[in-house]
């Protein structure tokens, strides 16, 4: 009761020096440097600005900076359509929707579609070994392919030098999705998980390690967003030349490197879903495309319905309960009658 000293204010370092001034006078000590003393804890503040800086440079970070294979693909991407234009004789075919028609796809951000959402995750991953950065990649050893093989084949001298296409990549990836059985929502994870490595530890995708970082995204997204996650011993039975030991050393080098940050925020994943859409779109690559059709209709009038019910108590309790004065007399047009 005496004293006004409280735990929150003794808790916080600026807080207690502001309580010792009260007291007597402090007199900062400019021989003693920030390494020798005791206190060489960041503060929190320093921190959030580092990140509010940094921003642009973490894109599975933050939901408002672009996503990195998105950058990479403009310059083919617009190559594409151009010698799409010429090749049709400057027309393009495309569905478009009309009064009588309309055209939907199977695909939204709660269930993408497993094919297409794997070839858009394959694509963005072409376009970051093929445009990557520097010529000269820095191979870290736990992904490199040649110290850790995952086949017994002989691997090429100039096994860094040659990209890999899209189709093989695309391939690598649909057999391991296959076979543990995941979902397109993980395929989406991995991309994000897969761009955050390359941010944190400064490293480019390159054709000598893109397997064993894949490998090591899908790994991790499996068992961050499935409930029934695969075991490492399972990917072993898919890849029968890797051994369980190598699988455990990947995963725990991994999450070394994205600093055990696995966490991907609900406007992060959708941020990645809305670009690999307009990746899609931009390389002709384009979601299959139905007509609507009677039982579609009634889904969709079902859903809306569904949702309106649930959120009109929100909508009540949000609504005025009291009305003032002056609305209570309004004009009011009432016909005229001539005789």
Known sequence: MGSTTSCCVSGSPKLRRNAHS???PYHQESDLSREETACNLQHISDRENIDELN???NPSDHPRASTIFLGKSHNDAREKRK???????GTLR????????IFLDDNTVSQPNLKYTIKCVTLAIYYHIKNRDTNGCMLLEI???KLHPISKSEVPLDYNQQDPEQKQIYRFVRTLFSAAQLTAECAIVTLVYLERLLTYAEIDICPGNWKRIVLGAIL???KVWDDQAVWNVDYCQILKDITVEDMNELERQFLELLQFNINVPSSVYAKYYFDLRSLSESNNLSFPLEPLSREKAQKLEAISRLCDDKYKDIRRATRKRSVSADNLCGRRWVPAILS
């Open 22 to 24: 009260r007291l007597e």
């Open 55 to 57: 921003m642009e440079y």
């Open 83 to 89: 010698s799409l234009f010429v090749n049709n004789h």
């Open 94 to 101: 495309r569905k478009y929707s009309s009064c009588s028609t």
């Open 143 to 145: 992904f490199d392919e």
């Open 220 to 222: 991790l997204a499996s």
